[in-house]
């Protein structure tokens, strides 16, 4: 069974950048059927995608925070990072790392690719403060 | 504000059905699959319907999921006190520059 557990300091300083660790474990990162997220929920509030990353390399990131956001994999690890620099308050939030699943669809000349969550982490909370 | 829209709660008393809604576009639920998530209190979500109507291993036939157009409905039935908790709904959005997953505002759940 495939399990994800966040790491990483709980409190960052304004201006700073927040670096969490996801750790895989029952499970290889390097499979090719899935993506690797990262989501955030501040208290209270609903969840926020922020990026996620392929075997590869490969990213998506949400546009909202594209340019303060990146993602990046070590596979010899089993393990998959989220640095996000210049942090305010706003960013204080629960982070979540989920593993997103690759549904591939044949169409007529092409293929369609759909996702889905199917593993989360229990999330590690982190507050932005002086 | 959510780029996919959900009530903000739905209450039932126990034994009775409740659905929830899940509103979007044609470049989200229109042309994607719709996955659903669960959040008990003080936990992470959990998958619950992918595929827009498949359920997980583990996962009661009192839950169901169905889509039509650009809106999707999670249905429960046969209410339980422990399925209060915050229902999401998401799904990929193609109109992101290149691509990116979007949520609904969650729905509160009470079994009363």
């Known amino acids: 069974q495939v399990q994800l557990q966040e790491s990483g300091p709980g409190l960052v300083k304004p201006s700073q950048t927040l670096s969490l660790t996801c750790t895989v474990s029952g499970g290889s990162i390097s499979s090719g059927s899935y993506y690797w997220s990262w989501i955030r929920q501040p208290a209270g509030k609903g969840l926020e995608w922020i990026g996620r990353?392929?075997?590869?390399?490969?990213?998506n990131y949400n546009p909202s925070l594209k340019s303060r956001v990146t993602i990046s994999v070590d596979t010899s690890k089993n393990q998959f990072s989220l640095k996000l620099s210049s942090v305010t308050a706003a960013d204080t939030a629960v982070y979540y790392c989920?593993?997103?699943?690759?549904?591939?669809?044949?169409?007529?000349?092409?293929?369609?690719?759909?996702?889905?969550?199917?593993?989360w982490g229990k999330g590690t909370t982190v507050t932005v403060s002086s | 504000q959510s780029v996919l829209t959900q009530p903000p709660s739905v209450s039932a008393a126990p034994g009775q059905k409740v659905t929830i809604s899940c509103s979007g576009s044609?470049?989200?639920?229109?042309?994607?699959?719709v996955s659903w998530y669960q959040q008990l209190p003080g936990t992470a979500p959990k998958l619950l319907i992918y595929e827009n109507n498949k359920r997980p291993s583990g996962i009661p036939d009192r839950f169901s999921g169905s889509k039509s157009g650009t809106s999707a409905t999670l249905g429960i039935t046969g209410l339980q006190t422990g399925d209060e908790a915050d229902y999401y709904c998401g799904t990929w959005d193609s109109s992101l520059s290149a691509g990116g997953w979007v949520f609904g505002g969650g729905t509160k759940l009470t079994v009363l």
């Open positions: 989920a593993r997103d699943r690759i549904v591939v669809v044949p169409a007529a000349s092409d293929y369609y690719y759909y996702y889905y969550m199917d593993v």
């Open positions: 044609s470049s989200n639920i229109g042309n994607n699959y």
């Open positions: 990353i392929y075997t590869s390399g490969s990213t």
